[in-house]
């Protein structure tokens, strides 16, 4: 039996397109003493992991040429060495692009217990992406009944999670997208009192019709144009959690643009970005309220699962050209639960 992986062929300079990977077929991994061997089911695809193999500075080593694609992923036990995993167990962890991952037993993020919910979700709502939402909103944004919260990005699998918790909140919340499906999305389904479509409007405008009054918190999946549309409409104290740079095409050198520091100090705003492994020691309170919150319908959530290994090497190239509506997956093999 073999293990195709996905491995990263050369090093991007902006967005990682399908020519920076290969899949190559690999013998099975061998367990040694207090290893698991994992067969995974879901490959998570996420917005982050183009700056794991960017060669710049970030928060983690970049991904090494030949080196199989960092990814969380989630599967089943198929054999254990180590005492606290048995066959069958479901788990989760940062696996990789790969059929099958041999790891230490404290490489294991978690055992999945919600068997009422399927697999798929612990690698969006009740992983990354939600604990992303629930600690950079009510860690960093920190929302309060009545305020006006703008979310960029608000179809995807972080902004609608924001902002449905935003709902909970008693907030107003607006949410930014690409696209009239994206902009219906936000508001049919994950209900944000107002959404913009700024590929056919001009973002200030809108923003000045749908918070009149100014914007309390903006969670920014984005910075670039839409950004500096948003910072114009701060409220006096109004906090900005910086999530991410989807709009920037490359870091080297840093794009120049408005500058922030105006909107700041007149306003008394404060601006901080986070990144979700700082909440790490923390991650099962998030999993338990959100769990709560989709069981009772509070949040809703989506998912685009990818049949194959093939799908990988492109995948995160279509999140940037804004093809996926809501978590992107790539399915290897069925899940029972």
């Not at 992983?127 to 009545?146: C, D, M, V």
């Not at 104290?237 to 991410?244: D, H, K, L, M, P």
Request: hydrophobic residues 40%; aromatic residues 8%; charged residues 25%.
């Amino acid at each position: 039996m073999n293990n195709r992986q996905v491995r990263l062929k050369a090093r991007p300079q902006g967005i990682p397109q399908a020519e920076h990977f290969e899949i190559v077929e690999a013998a099975l991994p061998e367990l040694a003493e207090g290893q698991v061997l994992i067969r995974n089911i879901y490959l998570s695809v996420d917005p982050a992991m183009r700056g794991w193999i960017v060669d710049t500075a970030g928060y983690s080593a970049p991904v090494a040429i030949g080196e199989v694609m960092r990814s969380f992923a989630s599967g089943r036990v198929e054999a254990s060495r180590h005492p606290d995993f048995v066959v069958g167990d479901l788990v989760t962890g940062m696996f990789g692009w790969q059929d099958y991952a041999a790891v230490d037993g404290e490489s294991v993020q978690r055992r999945i217990s919600e068997q009422d919910l399927p697999l798929s979700t612990s690698l969006g709502v009740l992983g990354l992406n939600g604990f992303t939402a629930y600690f950079g909103l009510l860690e960093i944004g920190q929302p309060k009944s009545g305020e006006t919260l703008v979310v960029s990005t608000a179809a995807g699998a972080v902004g609608s999670c924001v902002g449905q918790i935003g709902n909970t909140l008693g907030c107003r919340t607006v949410g930014i997208a690409g696209g009239a499906d994206k902009k219906r999305l936000c508001l049919e389904e994950f209900g944000f009192d107002a959404a913009i479509d700024y590929r056919s409007e001009e973002v200030d405008v809108a923003l000045a019709k749908a918070c009149p009054g100014g914007v309390d918190v903006y969670f920014d999946n984005t910075a670039g144009p839409i950004s500096d549309a948003v910072l114009k409409h701060l409220r006096l104290g109004a906090r900005v959690a910086i999530c991410g740079t989807a709009s920037i095409a490359g870091w080297d050198p840093i794009p120049q643009g408005p500058r922030v520091e105006r909107h700041l100090l007149v306003k008394r705003a404060r601006m901080q970005g986070f990144v979700v492994f700082d909440f790490v020691q923390r991650y099962d309170q998030a999993r338990t309220k959100l769990a709560e919150w989709v069981r009772d319908g509070t949040i809703k959530y989506r998912e685009e699962i990818l049949d194959g290994i093939e799908y990988a090497p492109d995948a995160i190239a279509g999140l940037y050209r804004g093809e996926n509506l809501g978590k992107r997956l790539i399915q290897l093999a069925p899940a029972d639960n």
